[in-house]
């Protein structure tokens, strides 16, 4: 009984499920974010920051639950990829990532070579960075 009501309650889910996004990185990272607001706000004496916290720890999770049943999957796809590559650039400790002001290319460069002229591998535009 118990079992046939679980596999129903399943496939509907499945159903409900097909066309959205689901979850990925970035929502559990959210999810995440949102829980942890959640557990460190009672910590806070002041009421306001307290409302603020409860606030920002709902807001998260809302948001999390809006991309897992989003339709439009390819937006939500690069919001996670960014996500994804920003967490790459922030742990690399070997190399600093500059935008071409020309066209917007991502250049790595090796990081404590001080002052130096960078070359844009696209268009060749060269501008001077700290490294
Ligand atoms: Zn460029």
Redesign the pocket.
């Known amino acids: 009984m118990f079992r046939q009501f679980m596999a129903r309650l399943s496939a509907k889910m499945q159903r409900f499920m097909a066309g959205r996004y689901g979850t990925d990185r970035l929502n559990m990272a959210i999810l995440g974010a949102g829980l942890a607001a959640c557990l460190i706000s009672p910590f806070f004496r002041s009421p306001l920051i307290n409302l603020l916290f409860t606030a920002v720890s709902y807001g998260l999770m809302i948001w999390a639950i809006c991309r897992a049943l989003s339709r439009n999957t390819y937006k939500r796809y690069q919001e996670n990829r960014k996500f994804l590559q920003f967490f790459d650039r922030v742990k690399d400790r070997q190399h600093r990532y500059f935008e ?6 991502v ?1 790595r460069v090796p990081r404590g070579k001080g002052k130096i002229a960078i070359t ?6 060269k501008f001077v960075k700290k490294t």
């Open positions: 071409c002001p020309k066209c917007r290319q250049v844009c591998p696209k268009c060749r535009e």
